[in-house]
């Protein structure tokens, strides 16, 4: 058996890998061989071109990297048959992998295509399902209620949780939070840190105004991004005194404060799964923002907010990425028992909702059953 896999980005890395063990578990003669990141290749080598920090957000960065993704789909799809593997397995990035699945099948008809964690077409473009039917042969989604959605246009969809219940419960410290610290969590991509931190720190600012107690911290996803965030300190007048920059301690520091500032993307549903209150952040560049809300189907961007059907944290996008209205908002959780505990009961009910733990090991099985082996 062999697999040809692609994941984009660190997250998309951690889900192949994952993935590719549990596929390990249940054939262990499976060769694998691709283009993934760091752990990825920690299980199959060389055979893995390693591209994962390769990732962009927004539109601008796509139409600068326009070359380097165009070459990189070429060199895949010459690999891909070369190589003659018994599947292509794409797992998340769906702006290159869903391209690279729909010209994978167009020169190669008999080649199984699946796809590992569903691309949220529900809140942008549902109209591309029944396109995606003609292409792909599995999909495999994180959600139960996206599964009518791809089998009423024909393509065979499975529901197999969440891997962020796997990944998550390891990280579990049961410490006492902190009433007066507040978590500032920009996000995971140099773009994000550099719009999202300066409003984080400013509200933070307006927070020590009010309660001259309260203190800040941050985590960085890597040094490289940590020493931006301490240069957006600096040109803010602050250093580590006032917002000391951590890395890689997210899970801790969404434990322990009392609160926090969480960027829209997987970190808010990282923020529910420990129980953080918070509030949600997201800016981009302004054409960006302008073409992504006329696409968006649904009336709120974060996921905790999308699984729950309503606003269970505040969330502050663009032009309303305000200091002030996000220090108002960060100050009823932080001193009102009261509505720091409906959003965390309704943090419990979303990951309640997600089922149970074990989502690449159903994975794995669902991709055996549709190769027959």
């Given at each position: 058996m062999k697999l040809y896999i692609v994941a984009g980005e660190a997250s998309g890395d951690s889900r192949g890998a994952e993935l590719m063990r549990a596929l390990r578990e249940k054939m262990p003669g499976v060769e694998f061989l691709g283009a993934g990141g760091r752990?990825?290749?920690a299980l199959a080598g060389d055979a893995i071109f390693d591209w994962a920090d390769e990732a962009v957000v927004g539109l601008w960065d796509v139409l600068k990297k326009?070359?380097?993704f165009r070459r990189q789909l070429a060199r895949m799809l010459d690999e891909i048959t070369a190589a003659a593997p018994?599947?292509?397995?794409?797992?998340?990035y769906p702006g290159f992998n869903l391209r690279l699945?729909?010209?994978a099948k167009a020169r190669l008809p008999k080649l199984k295509i699946i796809h590992y964690v569903s691309p949220q077409v529900w809140a942008w473009h549902r109209g591309r399902i029944p396109k995606m039917a003609r292409y792909l042969d599995l999909m495999l989604c994180l959600f139960p209620f996206e599964i009518p959605l791809y089998e009423q246009s024909g393509l065979h969809a499975v529901c197999i949780g969440h891997p962020l219940l796997d990944t998550l419960v390891s990280q579990r410290t049961d410490a006492p939070r902190d009433a007066q610290l507040v978590a500032l969590l920009p996000g995971s991509r140099s773009k994000e840190v550099r719009k999202i931190f300066p409003v984080m720190l400013d509200a933070a600012v307006h927070l020590r105004m009010s309660r001259n107690r309260l203190r800040f911290e941050a985590s960085a996803a890597s040094e490289a991004l940590a020493a931006e965030m301490r240069e957006i300190l600096r040109t803010r007048g602050k250093d580590d005194?006032?917002?000391?920059?951590t890395i890689g301690t997210a899970h801790s520091l969404m434990q322990r404060a009392g609160a926090g500032m969480v960027c829209s993307g997987t970190a808010t549903l990282e923020a529910t799964y420990f129980g953080l209150p918070m509030v949600i952040l997201y800016k981009v560049a302004w054409l960006t923002?302008?073409?992504g809300r006329r696409l968006l189907k649904i009336p709120?961007?974060?996921?905790?907010n999308v699984l729950a059907g309503r606003e269970i944290a505040r969330e502050f996008l663009q032009g309303d990425a305000e200091p002030s209205p996000i220090a108002s908002e960060l100050l009823q959780l932080l001193e009102h028992p009261a509505t720091r505990e409906a959003q965390q009961r309704a943090q419990s009910e979303v990951i309640a909702s997600l089922g149970e733990r074990g989502a690449a090991a159903r994975a794995a099985a669902a991709i055996v059953e549709a190769l027959g082996k």
């Amino acid at each position: 058996m062999k697999l040809y896999i692609v994941a984009g980005e660190a997250s998309g890395d951690s889900r192949g890998a994952e993935l590719m063990r549990a596929l390990r578990e249940k054939m262990p003669g499976v060769e694998f061989l691709g283009a993934g990141g760091r752990e990825m290749r920690a299980l199959a080598g060389d055979a893995i071109f390693d591209w994962a920090d390769e990732a962009v957000v927004g539109l601008w960065d796509v139409l600068k990297k326009y070359g380097y993704f165009r070459r990189q789909l070429a060199r895949m799809l010459d690999e891909i048959t070369a190589a003659a593997p018994d599947a292509l397995v794409t797992v998340d990035y769906p702006g290159f992998n869903l391209r690279l699945a729909q010209a994978a099948k167009a020169r190669l008809p008999k080649l199984k295509i699946i796809h590992y964690v569903s691309p949220q077409v529900w809140a942008w473009h549902r109209g591309r399902i029944p396109k995606m039917a003609r292409y792909l042969d599995l999909m495999l989604c994180l959600f139960p209620f996206e599964i009518p959605l791809y089998e009423q246009s024909g393509l065979h969809a499975v529901c197999i949780g969440h891997p962020l219940l796997d990944t998550l419960v390891s990280q579990r410290t049961d410490a006492p939070r902190d009433a007066q610290l507040v978590a500032l969590l920009p996000g995971s991509r140099s773009k994000e840190v550099r719009k999202i931190f300066p409003v984080m720190l400013d509200a933070a600012v307006h927070l020590r105004m009010s309660r001259n107690r309260l203190r800040f911290e941050a985590s960085a996803a890597s040094e490289a991004l940590a020493a931006e965030m301490r240069e957006i300190l600096r040109t803010r007048g602050k250093d580590d005194s006032f917002c000391p920059i951590t890395i890689g301690t997210a899970h801790s520091l969404m434990q322990r404060a009392g609160a926090g500032m969480v960027c829209s993307g997987t970190a808010t549903l990282e923020a529910t799964y420990f129980g953080l209150p918070m509030v949600i952040l997201y800016k981009v560049a302004w054409l960006t923002y302008v073409i992504g809300r006329r696409l968006l189907k649904i009336p709120w961007l974060g996921l905790p907010n999308v699984l729950a059907g309503r606003e269970i944290a505040r969330e502050f996008l663009q032009g309303d990425a305000e200091p002030s209205p996000i220090a108002s908002e960060l100050l009823q959780l932080l001193e009102h028992p009261a509505t720091r505990e409906a959003q965390q009961r309704a943090q419990s009910e979303v990951i309640a909702s997600l089922g149970e733990r074990g989502a690449a090991a159903r994975a794995a099985a669902a991709i055996v059953e549709a190769l027959g082996k």
